[in-house]
C-alpha cells in the first residue's frame, strides 16, 4: 500500500461560501481556471486539483490513500475574528465530507488560527468528537493581537498542543504568508523557493528548544517539505547553542530531541542529496512520503523530470536508502504518524 502523506485538493467553486469572494479573502473562477485572494491569483493547470481528478491521477500513480491537508489560503493571518471562524468551519467541514465519503482513499487535516484561542480550542473539540478528525494543520507562524508574527512553537500556542495532546492527534506544520513577513520585493519567487524553508527551520528551532516532542509526548508532529533549512542548519544551532549559552538559559540542547520519535518531516526536499541529509539526520523512520500535490512545487509530471516518488526512487537506487526504508517511507511511517493501522482505512 502506498501512502501519500501531504497533498491537498480544492472546493469546487459553488461549494466556496459567497462571503469569501464577496470580501475578497478566497474563491475559485467559475472555470476553475484560477484561484484567487485580495490581488493574488495562482492558475489551475495541473493534474487533482479537483476531488475528481484527484482520484483519477491517485491511480494512475499508484497511490492507494492520501493525507489532504489544509489549504494555506485558509491559515486566514490577519483576518477578522468571524471571518476567520467562518472560513476555517467551511474548510474543515469540506475536508471532513472527503474524508467521510472516500475513506479508504482520503486521510484529512483540520486547521485553526492561534490569534482566536477560544475559537481555536473549541474548533479542535469539534473536528475531533464530531467530524472524526485527527490530523491538525498549522502555520509555521501566526499574526498575534499586537501585528507580531509569532511561530506556533511559543507558549503562546500551549493551549492548543495540550488539547492536542489530549487527544493524540497528529500536526501537520507547514509554512505561508513569507511575503508578510518578511521585509523584501515580492519577486523571484523568493518566499516560496527561500523562505517558506526558512520558516519551517524557524519553528523547528523553537520546537525543539522548547522541548515541545517530550512536553507534548502524545503528539506526532510533521514539518513539511523535509524541514529543508532546519537540517542544514542544525550545526549553526548547536555552535550557538554552546556557543552562547547566556541566550538559551530553561532552554533545551538541540542535540536532544534530533531523531525524536515524535518528530517527523516528509520527502519533499527535491533531491536525493538533500534526503541523504534528511535520512543521516533524523533516521529513515521518521520520514514519510509528501508529494505536496498538485502544485508545481509537489513531485508533480510535467515539471522537468519529476513525478510522484521520484526523489525517492532515486535515493533507493544509488543506495541512499534500502528497498524496505523506500516501502516504510510509503506506508508504515506514514501510519505511525497518523496513529492509525491499515485496517483502520477501510
Known amino acids: ?8 485538493v480544492l472546493p469546487e467553486p459553488s ?19 484560477f484561484m484567487r485572494q485580495g490581488d493574488w491569483s495562482r492558475p489551475i493547470n495541473g493534474s487533482g486539483f479537483f476531488l475528481k481528478e484527484k482520484i483519477k491521477w491517485m491511480k494512475l500513480n499508484n497511490i492507494d490513500h492520501a493525507v489532504m491537508l489544509c489549504l494555506s489560503q485558509m491559515y486566514c493571518n490577519g483576518w477578522g475574528k468571524q471571518d476567520c471562524a467562518d472560513a ?12 467521510s465519503n472516500y475513506p479508504q482513499k482520503f486521510t484529512c ?16 473539540d469539534r473536528c475531533v468528537n464530531e467530524l472524526g478528525l485527527k490530523l491538525l494543520c498549522l502555520p509555521t507562524h501566526f499574526l498575534n493581537s499586537k501585528g507580531e508574527w509569532l511561530s506556533v512553537a511559543e507558549s503562546d500556542v500551549d493551549p492548543i498542543f495540550e488539547l492536542a495532546n489530549k487527544y493524540k492527534l497528529a500536526i501537520q506544520i507547514h509554512p505561508y504568508d513569507g511575503e508578510k513577513m518578511i521585509a523584501l520585493k515580492n519577486a523571484y519567487w523568493r518566499f516560496h523557493l527561500i523562505w517558506m524553508m526558512a520558516q519551517c527551520a524557524d519553528t523547528l528551532h523553537l520546537f525543539t528548544l522548547r522541548d515541545l516532542p517530550n512536553k507534548y509526548s502524545g503528539l506526532r508532529t510533521c514539518f513539511a517539505h523535509g524541514g529543508m533549512l532546519g537540517m542544514a542548519n542544525y550545526g549553526r544551532r548547536i555552535q550557538g547553542f554552546d556557543g552562547r549559552p ?7 540542547d538541540p542535540r536532544k530531541t534530533l531523531g525524536h520519535k515524535n518528530l517527523y518531516f516528509d520527502t519533499l526536499v527535491h533531491d536525493s542529496h538533500t534526503l541523504d541529509l534528511l535520512q543521516k539526520r533524523v533516521g529513515s523512520s521518521q520520514i514519510i512520503m509528501g508529494l505536496d500535490d498538485p502544485f508545481p512545487l509537489g513531485e508533480m509530471e510535467g515539471v522537468g523530470t519529476s513525478y510522484p516518488g521520484r526523489v525517492l526512487d532515486y535515493a533507493v537506487e544509488i ?9 516504510d517511507i ?10 492509525i493501522k491499515q485496517e483502520d482505512l477501510k
Open 1 to 8: 500500500m502506498r501512502i501519500n502523506g501531504h497533498g491537498h
Open 15 to 33: 461549494q466556496i461560501p459567497a462571503f469569501l469572494k464577496d470580501k475578497r479573502l478566497f474563491w475559485i473562477d467559475d472555470d476553475k481556471k
Open 88 to 99: 476555517i468551519r467551511f474548510q474543515n467541514d469540506f475536508n471532513a465530507s472527503i474524508q
Open 109 to 124: 487535516g483540520f486547521v485553526v488560527q492561534p490569534l482566536y484561542m477560544d475559537n481555536a480550542l473549541k474548533e479542535i
Open 246 to 252: 547566556d541566550i538559551f538559559e530553561e532552554l533545551q
Open 319 to 327: 543506495g541512499v536508502l534500502s528497498e524496505q526504508q523506500g516501502k
Open 330 to 339: 510509503w506506508h508504515k511511517n506514514v501510519l505511525d504518524w497518523l496513529n
